[in-house]
């Protein structure tokens, strides 16, 4: 039996390098995106099955998915890895945080975050360096994206980003106090400070970081391709805050202002 703690966050703040710098530490099996999120939600429609109505006590029920789940979830990696500790990732963590903190009241649910301006600066040169990629689902969404502010409102709007923002503004309001945010900025600029406060709030004995090789443990499909890429690069280096040259200045500071309660998490 292992023993599972999860990851969550905004997308483009760093998940995967702090995936790989989870799996540096040999007692650690650190996941790309995996599939345990979406069996536990696959399984929520039992609610609005004949079965679930048809049970006498419907508090009955609901201990049965909740029976089900935890032993599920505790044992989805026992044949997959021989390392006792497994870090488990799904942006959609955030968003069934309620039923996560139920299921297990002591759960570590680790929350990369990132200046929103930084994730909306990394798909902006996304999208210019993939040109030919259609980012448009209708006729409506060609009109919106014609713009810088229209295709960073279009993303605000919608999956990944949109989303996301919208689950970590719920996941603090409720959880704060027992999530631990990990900022991109601070992970690329001190990831051994950074590191060690997070096996801190694993409950874990501090390790020290290869920072100037970081080796892919993690492996993905890209199926979000172009804006979801997932290679690590071998040396951190900090992130560069260029979001005035890609965005503007007066968006930039727009959305600074909006947003800002993300730094502050």
Not at 105 to 124: C, F, N, Q, T, W
Not at 177 to 189: G, Y
Not at 194 to 208: D, H, I, R, S
């Amino acid at each position: 039996m292992k023993k599972i703690h999860f990851t969550s966050g905004l997308p483009r703040a760093c998940s995967t390098l702090l995936q790989n710098l989870l799996a540096q530490n040999p007692l650690v099996h650190a996941t790309a995106t995996s599939g345990v999120h979406e069996i536990m939600y696959l399984s929520k429609a039992f609610f609005k099955t004949e079965e679930f109505r048809s049970i006498p006590q419907p508090k009955d029920g609901e201990q049965l998915f909740s029976d089900f789940m935890k032993a599920g979830i505790e044992a989805s990696f026992d044949n997959l890895t021989d390392r006792p500790i497994v870090v488990d990732k799904c942006r959609s963590w955030i968003g069934s945080a309620n039923l996560l903190f139920k299921l297990f009241p002591d759960a570590k649910l680790l929350v990369p975050v990132r200046d929103i301006r930084g994730v909306l600066s990394s798909m902006e040169k996304k999208f210019q360096k993939h040109p030919e990629f259609q980012l448009e689902m209708s006729q409506q969404d060609t009109a919106r994206i014609q713009t810088v502010e229209g295709r960073c409102q279009f993303w605000l709007d919608t999956a990944p980003v949109g989303i996301a923002v919208q689950r970590l503004h719920e996941l603090a309001r409720l959880h704060k106090d027992k999530v631990h945010f990990v900022h991109a900025e601070d992970l690329t600029s001190d990831p051994q400070g950074t590191m060690a406060k997070v096996w801190a709030y694993l409950g874990m004995e501090p390790f020290t970081h290869n920072t100037t090789n970081v080796e892919q443990y993690t492996e993905e499909h890209e199926l979000g391709w172009p804006y979801g890429d997932h290679e690590v690069r071998s040396e951190v280096k900090p992130l560069i805050a260029d979001w005035h040259d890609t965005l503007g200045r007066q968006l930039s500071e727009g959305l600074a202002q909006k947003f800002n309660w993300i730094n502050s998490l």
